[in-house]
Structures are given as C-alpha cells and as structure tokens.
C-alpha cells in the first residue's frame, strides 16, 4: 500500500449527510421506556418514503400475515415499536449512503451494512439482554465512517480496496491516519443517536468479542455476514478467508444463518427499491 499523504480528520464526519430529522425522532420515540404508539405513528406517517418501506416489510414472506397490513397501525402491531424504529433509520440511512457520487463500492457497503443489521437483529433475538431494534440499528451504522474516506480520499481508498476489507482498522490508520470508527463514531454522535449505538459503532473491532452486550454482537454480526456471504456478494473474496479471522467459532452460530439469510433477502428487496 502507499501512503496517503492529505490525512483524514474526525471532523471530516460533519460533512456527511445527516440523518432525517423525522427519523432520529422516531428512534428517540422509540427509545423511552414506554413509547407513545400515537406520536410514532404520525411520524412514519409524515414520511411517505418511509412509511411504504414499512408496510413492505409487515407484508413480506417473513412475518406471513394471512392479512394484507395496509395501514401504519397495523404494522406497528405486527412488526412492533422498536422494530420500527430500526427500519425507519435503515431506510433513512440509504440516503447517507447514496449521497454524493454513485459508486459499487458505495453499494457494496451500504448492502454490508444491511446484512450485518440484519445479523445482529438476529443474534439479539436470541438474549433478551439487548433489544433486537437497537442491535439493527447498530449493524446499520457500525461502518458508516467508511464513508468519509469515500468522499475524501475514494481513488486512495479503492486501489486498496481488498486489503481494507480484510483489515480495515490498521490499513485505514496506515493510508489516512485515523480509522472509521472514530469517523463513524463522531457521525453517530453527531445524530444524538443513543449513546448506546455509539459504542457500538466506535468497538466493534475488538477483540474477542461475546454476544453479551451491543458492541459484542455488532462485531460477531460484522464477521458473520462477510461469513455467511450477506450483503459481501460483489467483494470478492471467499468466505473461508473471512472466518480464519474471526476471533470466534463460527459454528456455535450456525443454527441462526438460515434465519438470518431469510431476512436479508426480505429486507434487501425492499431497500433496493
């Protein structure tokens, strides 16, 4: 790799595109002990971009309602208030993603992104120890620092594209001098998202990690996907290469793939739309 001479700065996070304003108050309805179903409503109902995505995903194969869920309130009754939450910053976030110039490698991390929310949702459903909505949200935002060196350094950052796939962290600090997780860590406070999801975000390349706590399974997540081959189609690299660096065995996971890839592929059709 050669080094890069212009480096990258964590306030270089400021120049993102912020989330919708309608979506961080969703997540911060969401996020009260007791949420108000009424005020979530007329917030998802006032996005109509969002509020279509939510009523495609309460009608997919996965949740299997015999019932056509036309209407808000009723999809809050199958999908749940927190799961709204996740999904409204999902959708939200593709627009974050797509800012700017369209490239592959922009897509091929927004799609990563989905498959390790998707991920984590699913480890989280497993222990009520964390909320699924707030592991989705996690995945869906652990890598969104990777965009700052998309927009400020993207030649640099392509030609050394397979070797920060498999080891961002110090590749990242090698070219630029910092890392995406204090980009994407700044970003996400920034969006006054729960402090929660920040340290996530900003740990989920540690090390060993246990699906014990947020930042454990957003990290088991991110490995998993690139595993399982969610949301990594178009990165070219196998996915034996991607487990021998797992800090984990894979296989007390196993059960969950089939679960998980269900729901990616539900997912996905949705947010690509």
Known sequence: MSLQTKPIHVW???SLTPLPAVA???????????????????LVECEPAIASKVLSIANSPLYGCARQIDTIPRAILVLGARSISGLAV???????FEAGESTATKKSLMEHSLGT??????????DF???????????????????????????QYESNLTELRLSSVENE?????????????????????????SDAVSGHHANCPTP???TGIASIADQLSKVWGLGTENAKIE?????????????DFADLKDTAKESYESIKCVFQQ
């Open 12 to 14: 270089d996070a400021d």
């Open 24 to 42: 961080l108050r969703v997540v911060e309805e969401c996020h009260v002990k007791c949420p108000d179903t009424a005020r979530l409503i007329e």
């Open 90 to 96: 999902a959708f939200s976030t593709k627009a974050v």
């Open 117 to 126: 929310a998707v991920v984590a949702r699913t480890l989280a459903s497993q």
């Open 129 to 155: 120890a964390c909320d699924p909505s707030s592991a989705f949200l996690a995945g869906m935002m652990h890598d969104i620092g990777k965009l700052v060196f998309l927009e400020h350094a993207q030649d």
């Open 173 to 197: 600090e090698a070219l630029f001098g910092i890392n995406h997780v204090s980009v994407g860590k700044r970003y996400v406070s920034n969006m006054g998202l729960p402090r929660e999801i």
């Open 212 to 214: 014990i706590d947020l």
């Open 239 to 251: 996915s034996k290469e991607y487990e021998s660096r797992c800090e984990f065995n894979c296989a």
